[in-house]
Antibody
Framework: QVQLVQSGAEVKKPGDSVRVSCKAS????????ISWVRQVPGQGLEWVGW????????DYGRRFQGRVTMNTDTATSTAYMELRGLTSDDTAVYYC???????????WGQGTVVTVSP | QSVLTQAPSMSAAPGQRVTISCSGT????????VSWYQQFPGAAPKLLIY???KRPSEIPDRFSASKSGTSATLDITGLQTGDEAEYFC???????????FGGGTQVTVL
């Protein structure tokens, strides 16, 4: 069965960077893409970006361009998201999700809590 | 302020029907496939509907959806207490070159 398992919670200081991993199993990793979505506590979902695991081409949301990098390690079927220049506004749960070519996210990771605090 | 507009909350009694709307524009809902997600507190979102009106095999047929022009709707019939959750619509926005979500609709079963 398809599973996405994310890395554990992170606590960072303003200005730091955070790297979250998402290990996929149960399907051919390079056949589809991985998207990253975040959710600020008590708020809605916000798309951060996505990466095609078959060619490592990534697209990022405008709010995150210049501050985020996504990549993959096909040897371990793992996707990574790095977010730099953290502020308290980046405190959120970050989800990875399998992104299909028909433009939807069919399986989601369990989420990684990122807390940014002085 | 979300690009897609959803009512913040809706409620209905068990067995009743709830219709959640998602209003967008010609660059998102009017042009691309809409999907719907269900989220319980403390849990990750779960895919309910994809390609405007298709259900994954494990989703009961009490959940259905449609799209007309720049609006999409999610229908939940035979409402159950286990349906109490937040529901989000999502779609690619061709003008923003981005994926966008609605603000979410909290469904309460009375």
């Amino acid at each position: 069965q398809v599973q996405l398992v994310q890395s554990g919670a992170e606590v960072k200081k303003p200005g730091d960077s955070v790297r979250v991993s998402c290990k996929a199993s149960g399907y051919i990793f390079t056949s589809v893409g991985i998207s990253w979505v975040r959710q600020v506590p008590g708020q809605g979902l916000e798309w951060v970006g996505w990466i095609a695991a078959y060619n490592d081409k990534a697209d990022y949301g405008r709010r995150f361009q210049g501050r985020v990098t996504m990549n993959t390690d096909t040897a371990t079927s793992t996707a990574y998201m790095e977010l730099r220049g953290l502020t308290s506004d980046d405190t959120a749960v970050y989800y990875c999700a399998r992104w299909l070519v028909t433009d939807h996210f069919d399986f989601w990771g369990q989420g990684t809590v990122v807390t940014v605090s002085p | 302020q979300s690009v897609l507009t959803q009512a913040p909350s809706m409620s209905a009694a068990p067995g009743q029907r709830v219709t959640i709307s998602c209003s967008g524009t010609n660059s998102n809902v009017g042009k691309n496939f809409v999907s719907w997600y269900q989220q319980f507190p403390g849990a990750a979102p779960k895919l309910l509907i994809y390609e405007n009106n298709k259900r994954p095999s494990e989703i009961p047929d009490r959940f259905s959806a449609s799209k007309s022009g720049t609006s999409a709707t999610l229908d939940i019939t035979g409402l159950q207490t286990g349906d109490e959750a937040e529901y989000f619509c999502g779609v690619r926005d061709s003008s923003l070159a981005s994926w966008v979500f609605g603000g979410g609709t909290q469904v309460t079963v009375l």
